[in-house]
């Protein structure tokens, strides 16, 4: 007989204390997964309270509404509207839908048209959505270079202090 076999816990045992050991291995297996159930379920309900807690509830309520009632590029909401739902400005709304894109917490990717915004519900959507996005970046970065071509042709990216500002000038060339 191998060592394994020979060594085993069922090796002697009848048929009878062999299905009860078993059972009392089921008892103590099943308390394990309990108990570890019971712990993924604490760990997630922290989690979830932290990530409940990194944002603001008005940040939810936007998340949740568009979510649950903007679905789809058909049923967007526009800026104003939004704004007039939560008494706030177009501006702020902006800086929500923005940490709404940016953040890990949420999962649901947030697009835009020309009727407002919406929860993507396609493939379609989400690639439209990011190549309005990509554009809009590329813009941005068209518009940076030909402004820092300007300023340094014309003078107007050097900055005039006199002499008080001379040793925070040098300053910053040192940090550079």
């Known amino acids: 007989m191998r060592d394994e076999v020979k060594d085993a816990p069922w090796v002697g045992m009848d048929h009878e204390e062999y299905i009860e050991s078993c059972s009392i291995y089921d008892e103590q297996e099943d308390d394990y997964y309990d108990t570890k159930a019971d ?15 990194r944002h603001s509830d008005e940040v939810w309520a936007v998340y949740e509404y568009l979510t649950t009632g903007a679905i789809g590029e058909k049923n967007a909401i526009s800026a104003t509207a939004l704004g007039i739902r939560f008494g706030i400005t177009e501006r702020k709304l902006r800086d929500i839908i923005n940490e709404i894109r940016t953040s ?11 009727k407002g915004y919406f929860a993507c519900s396609t493939i379609e959507e ?5 190549n309005a996005l990509r554009h809009h970046a590329l813009s941005e970065l068209q ?34």
């Open 126 to 130: 989400v690639d439209r959505a990011n």
């Open 39 to 53: 712990d993924d379920y604490k760990r997630e309900q922290e989690e979830e309270m932290f990530r409940k807690q």
């Open 104 to 114: 890990p917490d949420f999962e649901k990717v947030i697009g835009s048209c020309a």
């Open 143 to 176: 518009v940076y270079w030909a402004n820092e071509r300007k300023a340094g042709r014309n003078g107007q990216g050097k900055i005039i202090c006199g002499e008080d500002g001379k040793p925070f000038i040098e300053s910053l060339a040192r940090a550079e």
